[in-house]
Nanobody
Framework: VQLQASGGGLVQAGGSLRLSCTASGRTFGSYAAGWFRQAPGKEREFVAAIRRSTDSTYYADSVKGRFTISRNNAKNTVYLQMNSLKPEDTAVYYC??????????????????WGQGTQVTVSS
């Protein structure tokens, strides 16, 4: 499956953005999906994940209560709704797909397919 991330941009602190990750080549609904981010000078980190079988969701503590991951199988798309954005959310955001559900949803090597990344910049 090929992934295309979009929706990034520049927003003021407290604002919102919705990222989209659209799949081609296969039905995205048959994959677990995750969002990761990488800030300048830092390692890539887990943000959120959604299982393929139950649509259960998981979040990093730093975004819990502010971000929501969801999917629309008819559109072959996974979303990341980001509210109450903070300057520390500034990063390149990547979507990823895994063929199977796993308890290691927060690990990069759980995912085989990655999108190209979309820049999110939050100004103070």
């Amino acid at each position: 499956v090929q992934l295309q991330a979009s929706g990034g941009g520049l927003v003021q602190a407290g604002g919102s953005l919705r990222l989209s990750c659209t799949a081609s080549g296969r039905t995205f609904g048959s994959y677990a999906a995750g969002w990761f981010r990488q800030a300048p000078g830092k390692e890539r980190e887990f943000v959120a994940a959604i299982r393929r079988s139950t649509d259960s969701t998981y979040y990093a503590d730093s975004v819990k209560g502010r971000f929501t991951i969801s999917r629309n199988n008819a559109k072959n798309t996974v979303y990341l709704q980001m509210n109450s954005l903070k300057p520390e959310d500034t990063a390149v955001y990547y979507c990823a797909a895994a063929r199977y559900d796993s308890g290691r949803y927060y690990m990069e090597d759980n995912y085989l397919n990655w999108g190209q990344g979309t820049q999110v910049t939050v100004s103070s």
